[in-house]
């Protein structure tokens, strides 16, 4: 078991009434598996990912519950050792490619940082990794991307930049929070390819957040639907897609056009 | 049913800081659109779909082509329900604005018109002293269509008017504009680079890449048999061939 | 694509000190009075005063005029003083290295103190440090510059006596006094301009903190001070350094200021003199000199802007 | 308006109503005439009948820092009053109309701009001469530059907005757009300038004068009267000390309003 989360409960004390976000999730993920979260704006599902990634901001926020993690407590842990495994055993990768690079900064040295803060490497050996991965990620004019600053690519390839970023120290686990959702359909497909080649080829989990169900049909072996912060059902995505229990993933799966192209 | 809509060899192009060359935007871009039809113009970023909307309304200069539009005070539906509405008014105000200007009604009058568009488009009347930032997507973009339908257009334009709304709440937008589209035969121009929302809502789709038409046709014979190889990655990449 | 963004930004410059210069001229063309009698006196004679007016060429039209003062300018010949009959140039040529040293001194220091004050404050938002740094930022921002300059005489020295004041060293005899003594008048000018800077620095940084890019740095394993020194420190310093290139030009005009209160004979000294007594060539010269070097230090700061953020060189102007 | 609670908004009118309640109360009633000389009272420090003590000639330093703030006030009053009116109207037609006007007032700005205003405020004066009409003008030209900036960069960001476009389509007017639908958005932003303009107007009234070429006299101005000051500073040191403190509380009024407003904005 790679990753478990036990009634994990998110609550936020910003303003006078605390406002309960996630609401005991549970949940489980396997060495090397895809497990996909759907759910729309406000169901928690961005917070659970985020709890797990070790994000979640410090002051004015009660967690209960437990993230075990290759045997760690995450929610327990120090600081000092969380820093450890984020970006070392588990990367992460955003929804806006637009916003999650530092402008003011080179793409290589913005991929190589995970070897920098994790690895004990010269710099010629880091670049030579950080290279490697921005050419696993399909950016054939590496070396161009590499010496090359964030606002010079498009949407896509900022993507893939973050994909390599995450990807570049090996880590086992993979959080993709929407990762497609600003991207053109086109790209879109391109990235959950190189996701699912990713996985087969590294066998790294990961853990696909999205409002999208037809694409986390495609692309996820196991499925949990969120609501209002709560697990609403969960199960293998055939399962979960063709014959869903609860009414609220009836109506998300009856709000995607059907096109049925044989009648004519 | 005589025609509302005729673009004919539309070309746009845009100057570029520090470059010399312009960027050509459109290239001899041609469609017409009859009355009470709905148009799908369906492409990704940076193909010229918006480009193409606001050539329509005037509001960009267009090198060459020519644009026939006698549809009546055709209006416009923004992507972004965030901007497209003024933070600083009133529901109330922003849906009377096109009344101040078309018409010569009371300010009583113009309450009693805003009263019966909020039924229109689904909203109570307690709405309409809120403030825009008061509101949740879905009732934003449902007050920006209230706005067009004030004066009373024969043709809207929609640019992408719900891909920034959740799923569920998209489909109430959609089947608001189809209703309004049969009551009033408003002929609706629908911009979107969702080819499955656009399925069944369009009576006819045109393909747009990089400022050009790629293909043209009936959403059904379309989506079945697409001629060119680019509508085929685009019908493939949404998961519908 | 570089070289040229850089040309389009100096011809700008040029562009811009050329308005300047044609500026200051035009205002002075409107003064009633002619430069002869003022430079003859009231009972020269009419021949003596027509032919000076041909010698310096002022019944040339206005335009070829105006040329002409711009080329002698570039040359450094700023025409004659009124009341002293000398070149202005040598009546300036010792002056401004005054007016420079305290300009740049009082930049230097606004420059270190505001980045480690920004830094300090910024990472301890919400302690008790922050609310007193707060408030003595804005009440450092609403004292003036002559203000402070007499509050540094009266408490440094008339009762700790750290100076004589009054007692200005010239940089000929003693260059190391000279300095000394330019320190307390350079601290009076820095003070506001520094505490707008610390609050602008700060809050640059609690705003690029909120980034999505920190959030993803945060995602690689860094810690705090790894995520401020390494990311958010070098984007939040761009709105600062445009405003130290604004800062600069409030100092310089400060300075004419505060060379009253400590008594030193630098630009803003003369300028004054020459305004009560109409001296037009001299407060003319020391006003362009004062706006180009305000405009090309503005020209340097925007080279620094852009070699720390290349959004600026193929997108369109962020400022 | 509940918005505005923010500490530092009330802070900010409390200390700049204050100075104004005192500029008001000046214009009708000082406790001495401002320019009367008691010669037994020369030099004396506080006292019951003399609040802040007499100067050098024997006036009464309350009574003259009342007309000192009155003048003051008047004086930064109007200078925002030429720098807003005139920086809205450039800054809203170069902002929402662009193009060559747009290019060619922006470049004049950027010249204008090189000019500190202080600067700006000595070449007109100059040219005008001194007196509390001319400092006001020679301000008020000096302010124009940077309001006009402000103005046209909040309008610029606002013309990008989907509802600007929208309010053309229904066939609002230009002259409506800026006024009607633009202006109040950009109000708070406006509003915390002009409070900026107000501090630096003082601040740069009080320069000019302490120069002795601002207010002239027998007006008095808060300047001026620290230039007097520095020659009887180790005598007299509150003869400074009170009309230093009384400019920086104006100066400190004035931004802990803009601050306040920027904070409520932000909310």
């Known amino acids: 078991m790679l990753l478990e989360i036990k009634q994990l409960t998110i609550e936020f004390h910003d303003h006078l009434v605390p406002e309960t976000v996630v609401k005991n999730v549970t949940m489980s993920m396997e060495e090397g598996e895809i497990v996909g979260i759907v759910g729309e704006s406000g169901s928690g599902k961005s917070m659970t990912a985020l709890s797990v990634a070790g994000l979640l901001p410090r002051k004015d926020m009660k967690k209960k519950g437990e993230i075990w993690f290759e045997g760690q407590e995450l929610l327990s842990l120090p600081r000092k050792e969380l820093r450890l495994l984020q970006g070392d055993e588990i990367g992460m990768i955003f929804q806006e490619p637009m916003t999650a690079l530092n402008p003011t900064m080179k793409i290589g040295k913005q991929v190589e940082e995970s070897l920098y803060l994790h690895r004990d490497l010269s710099r010629t050996e880091r670049r030579e990794l950080a290279l490697s991965w921005l050419e696993k990620v399909e950016l054939n004019d590496s070396e161009r991307v590499y010496e090359s600053y964030p606002h010079e690519l498009s949407g896509g390839m900022r993507q893939r930049v973050m994909i390599a970023a995450a990807m570049v120290a090996g880590p086992k686990l993979l959080i993709a929070d929407e990762p497609t959702t600003a991207l053109d359909v086109t790209v879109q497909a391109q990235i959950i390819q190189l996701l699912k080649k990713i996985n087969e080829k590294n066998n790294t989990a990961i853990l696909f957040i999205s409002h999208d169900l037809s694409l986390v049909k495609d692309l996820c072996d196991r499925v949990y639907v969120m609501k209002d912060g709560e697990v609403v059902e969960h199960g293998k995505s055939e399962d979960v897609f063709y014959h869903p229990m609860e009414d609220y993933t009836k109506q998300l799966i009856a709000a995607i056009p059907v096109i049925d192209l044989e009648q004519d | ?241 | 694509m570089k070289v040229k963004y850089y040309c389009k930004k100096f011809i700008a410059m040029l562009l811009t000190l050329l308005a300047v210069s044609f500026f200051v001229f035009a205002a002075f063309e409107i003064i009633p009075g002619d430069p002869a009698t003022s430079i003859l006196g009231t009972n020269a004679t009419k021949e003596s005063v027509q032919a000076l007016r041909e010698e310096m060429g002022l019944n040339a039209p206005f335009l070829s005029r105006y040329f002409s003062w711009v080329l002698s300018c570039c040359k450094g010949d700023f025409g004659i003083s009124y009341s002293y009959h000398i070149p202005v140039r040598e009546m300036i040529a010792d002056k401004l290295p005054i007016t420079l040293t305290m300009t740049v001194l009082a930049m230097l220091m606004t420059m270190i103190v505001s980045v480690l004050l920004g830094v300090f404050l910024a990472k301890h938002t919400r302690s008790v440090w922050d609310k007193c740094g707060y408030v003595v930022n804005q009440i450092a921002m609403a004292i003036p510059a002559f203000f402070l300059g007499i509050l540094f005489t009266y408490l440094f020295g008339l009762i700790l006596k750290w100076f004589t004041p009054g007692g200005y060293i010239s940089y000929q005899k003693n260059f190391v006094g000279f300095l000394g003594y330019l320190i307390m008048p350079s601290i009076a000018i820095a003070i506001p301009k520094c505490a707008m800077s610390v609050k602008l620095l700060r809050s640059s940084i609690l705003t690029e903190a909120g980034k999505d890019y920190v959030r993803t740095a945060y995602s690689r394993g860094n810690s705090t001070s790894q995520v401020l020194y390494r990311h958010v420190l070098k984007n939040a310093m761009i709105p600062v350094i445009t405003f130290w290139g604004m800062a600069l030009a409030d100092m310089s005009a400060g300075s004419i200021v505060v060379e009253q209160v400590f008594n030193i004979p630098g630009l803003g000294r003369i300028l004054l003199s020459s305004i009560s007594n109409r001296d037009y060539p001299v407060v003319e010269a020391v006003i362009v000199l004062i706006a180009f070097l305000v405009v090309i230090t503005n020209f340097l700061v925007d080279l620094l802007y852009r070699k720390m953020d290349h959004r600026m060189q193929d997108g369109e102007d962020l400022k | 308006m509940k918005k505005y609670k923010n500490f530092n908004f009330i802070m900010g009118v409390i200390l700049t109503g204050l100075v104004v309640l005192i500029a008001i109360i000046g214009c009708f009633y000082t406790p001495y005439d401002p320019d009367a000389m008691d010669a037994v009272a020369k030099n004396s420090g506080i006292s019951m009948d003399h609040w802040m003590g007499c100067d050098n000639f024997g006036r009464d330093i309350f009574s003259r820092i009342m007309e000192g703030i009155r003048n003051t006030f008047l004086i930064s009053l109007f200078t925002v009053a030429i720098g807003t009116i005139v920086g809205v109207l450039i800054g809203a037609v170069t902002g929402y109309f662009g193009g060559w006007l747009d290019e060619i007032l922006m470049r004049i700005n950027d010249a204008l701009f090189a000019f500190p205003s202080v600067l700006l405020a000595l070449v007109v004066i100059s040219l005008l001469g001194t007196g509390m009409f001319r400092v006001t003008l020679a301000l008020g030209i000096a302010f124009i530059p940077s309001f006009a900036r402000i103005v046209r960069s909040e309008i610029k960001k606002q013309v990008t907005q989907d509802y600007v476009e929208s309010a053309k389509l229904m066939g609002a007017g230009n002259f409506r757009i800026i006024f009607v639908h633009i202006l109040p958005n950009i109000l708070p932003v406006l509003l915390s300038s002009i409070m900026i303009g107000f501090n630096n107007a003082v601040l740069a009234e009080a320069g000019l004068s302490y120069l002795g070429i601002g207010v002239q006299p027998p007006d008095a101005s808060l300047g001026r009267m620290l230039s007097e000051a520095q020659s009887f500073l180790f005598s007299m040191p509150w003869y400074a000390l009170f009309p230093g403190t009384v400019i920086v509380i104006m100066v400190l009024g004035f931004a802990l309003m803009a601050e306040g407003i920027t904070q409520a904005q932000m909310k």
């Open chain 2, 1 to 241: 049913m005589e025609e509302i809509l005729k673009v004919e060899k539309l070309n746009v192009s845009f100057a570029q800081s520090l470059k010399k060359n312009r960027k050509q935007v459109l290239t001899d871009v041609s469609l017409s659109m009859k009355k009470g039809e709905i148009l799908g113009l369906a492409g990704e970023s940076g193909s010229g779909k918006t480009t193409i909307a606001k050539a329509i309304l005037g509001m960009i200069p267009i090198d060459q082509g020519t644009i026939t539009c006698n549809a009546r005070t055709p209006q416009m539906v923004f992507q972004d329900p965030y901007s497209s509405l003024n933070p600083a008014k009133t529901v109330s105000w922003i849906l009377q604005e096109p009344l101040r200007m078309k018409t010569k009604e009371t300010a009583a009058g113009r309450v009693e018109k805003v009263k019966s568009v909020l039924h229109q488009i689904g909203l109570e009347e307690n709405l309409m002293n809120r403030k825009p930032s008061e509101l949740s997507g879905g009732q934003r973009q449902r007050i920006c269509i209230g706005t067009a339908l004030m004066s009373e257009p024969e043709l809207l334009i929609a640019d992408e008017p719900v891909s920034a709304l959740d799923v569920t709440i998209q489909a109430q937008v959609l089947q608001l504009l189809k209703s309004i589209h049969e009551k009033k035969q408003l002929a609706i121009l629908f911009i979107s680079h969702d080819l499955r929302t656009m399925y069944q809502f369009c009576d006819r789709i045109v393909i747009l890449r990089n400022g050009q038409i790629v293909e043209e046709g009936k959403p059904s014979t379309l989506y079945a048999s697409p001629k060119e190889e680019y509508t085929r990655l685009l019908l493939q990449s949404a998961g519908i061939r």
